[in-house]
């Protein structure tokens, strides 16, 4: 078995995280009509302006054929439509997978990815600026956490990558939190992001086509459990016991296994719904028979799925993949105790479509990229 070095919690950079700078993204309807009533403009503007904003797709106030020049000059001045930049994108040759890189108006860099599969089209969105969670084998979370983000940036990052699916003939449908940072340590404004982008009077994006992404933040799984919303969870797991998991994400010492299952048990009485298990498969590490079959031992019974995800070879860090034969054996060996399980592949290698990775190669080389084409 490889060596792991047994990560510490990540630190937690001072700065900006205080900082906030709301934009048209970061309010709910009300919220609107309330900024409009104090820039002395009608309220019933606030459909109006959801509706171009969140089913046109509008890039910006200038786009809004049916609002006064005067209001978006108003607007402009006093609430920016976008707060983000974007400052990089890439496609993969085949299409299937765009990677967009932000900067936001602090100077930090934002990454997300769009998937064209050919029955539904994902974002995976980010939450945070890092993360403090500081997995064994997250580029993310090597430095740290730096801030959370905004409702409305990630609000942002949603609408901008339903504005180029329909750019290139597709539907939004399914949204993942699974980029930078971890959601239930970003929770207010978590829930307020899929709250406006779930608002029928908007996007009306579907709580059963949002995945919550977790590490094993406990209370708050207990707290999502108690939310209206139907929305789907994913727990990373990555480990059987809490000798190896302890290892590879931190926050076992403080919600060891046990704990986490528990609480996924108390999720899926409350909810009626079913958990995935994230398994990030690394050679040498976490691929053994023997952690397959206690993997197995530990899951079968309950009402969930195991995604395993071979590991995306990172530069900076010292795991691999294990082979296709491996992987397969691993799958299967976790699915003959008859806990369903599929293997999911990362799309979009040659982009740096992983975690991290070309946010990193993006702050190695800032100023000296020229500025792709917008959205
Ligand atoms: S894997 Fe997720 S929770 Fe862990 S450090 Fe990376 S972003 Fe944070």
Redesign the pocket.
Known sequence: MSEIITPQP?PINPVSRRKRLTGFYDLTVEELGDKLNELGAPAFRAKQLYNWGYEHFAAGYGDMKNIPASLQTTLAESLPFATMTLVDQKVTDNGDTYKLLYETFDGQVVETVLMLYPERATVCVSC?V??????A??????GGLTRSLSAGEIVQQTVDAARLSRKVGRTLTNLVM?????PLQNYAETMKFINIIHDPRGMNFGARRITV???GIVPRIDALAEEPLQLNLAV?LHAPNNELRGRL?P?NARWPVQDLLAACDRYIAKTGRRISFEY?LMNGINNSDEIADELGRLLRGRLCHVNVIPFNPVEVLDFERPTVQMIDRFAEIVSSHGVPTTVRYSRGVEIDAA??QLRARYEATRGKAGVPPVV
């Open positions: 990540a945070q890092g993360c403090a969670v500081g997995c084998f997250c580029a993310t979370g090597l699974m980029g930078m940072g971890e992404s977790t590490s990373s994400v926050i990030a975690c991290g």
